[in-house]
T-cell receptor, first 117, second 112 residues
Framework: GAGVSQSPSNKVTEKGKDVELRCDPI?????LYWYRQSLGQGLEFLIY????????KSGLPSDRFSAERTGGSVSTLTIQRTQQEDSAVYLC???????????????FGDGTRLSIL | SQQGEEDPQALSIQEGENATMNCSYK?????LQWYRQNSGRGLVHLIL???NEREKHSGRLRVTLDTSKKSSSLLITASRAADTASYFC????????????WGLGTSLAVNP
């Protein structure tokens, strides 16, 4: 498919475990964003990748959260020692990157619903 | 309070009526975007309006931007049941205030 792909769709895990969420952006898109959305809320920006530049990690809520983007394509968001408050839908979006941060429409995946027991 | 605040929080209308949603923000922006979200999952981009633009159209959608009032509106004309969704605005801060701030959304129900 030509859209943004996220996996898994759903993840249930026990408190204290580590989780990895994957995002496969649209081919050719240089910009990639991760967000978190809690029930009934707007999106909370987590991290932004643009090409080979250093990522903007200003939205990561704690040092338990990290993300990487290998080869300028697929990205992985890792949450270590998960807590119940980490339960949310994690959304990934990509864009052409032209004009820099937030300057182009973003294309979203369907998200990963993370539930911490 | 959070930048990018939409109102109303919820809106219920009949098919064929127009729906208007508003978004207010607090700081200077580079652009403002509207997105639609169905069933709490992926979002779909609707319109991007830049700070030097006042109005944009896309099909049945019309977006206005008033930078003096720091507000934007999204108008959906001749609404359809398929327009039922949550609508979010997001602002991209200008200059050194480079932030993406999402509102809490307006939940629109279009009744057949």
């Amino acid at each position: 498919g030509a859209g943004v792909s996220q996996s898994p769709s759903n993840k249930v895990t026990e408190k204290g475990k580590d989780v990895e969420l994957r995002c496969d952006p649209i081919s050719g898109h240089t910009a990639l964003y991760w967000y978190r959305q809690s029930l009934g809320q707007g999106l909370e920006f987590l991290i932004y990748f643009q090409g080979n530049s250093a990522p903007d990690k200003s939205g990561l809520p704690s040092d338990r959260f990290s993300a990487e983007r290998t080869g300028g394509s697929v990205s992985t968001l890792t949450i270590q020692r998960t807590q119940q408050e980490d339960s949310a839908v994690y959304l990934c979006a990509s864009s052409s990157g032209a004009g820099g941060f937030g300057n182009q429409p973003q294309h979203f995946g369907d998200g990963t619903r993370l539930s911490i027991l | 309070s959070q930048q990018g605040e939409e109102d109303p929080q919820a809106l219920s209308i009949q098919e064929g009526e127009n729906a208007t949603m508003n978004c207010s923000y607090k700081t200077s922006i580079n652009n403002l975007q509207w997105y639609r979200q169905n069933s709490g999952r992926g979002l779909v981009h609707l319109i991007l309006i830049r700070s030097n633009e006042r109005e944009k159209h896309s099909g049945r959608l019309r977006v206005t931007l008033d930078t003096s009032k720091k507000s934007s509106s999204l108008l959906i004309t001749a609404s359809r049941a398929a327009d039922t969704a949550s609508y979010f605005c997001v602002t991209v801060g200008a200059g050194n205030n480079r932030k993406l701030i999402w509102g809490l959304g307006t939940s629109l129900a279009v009744n057949p």
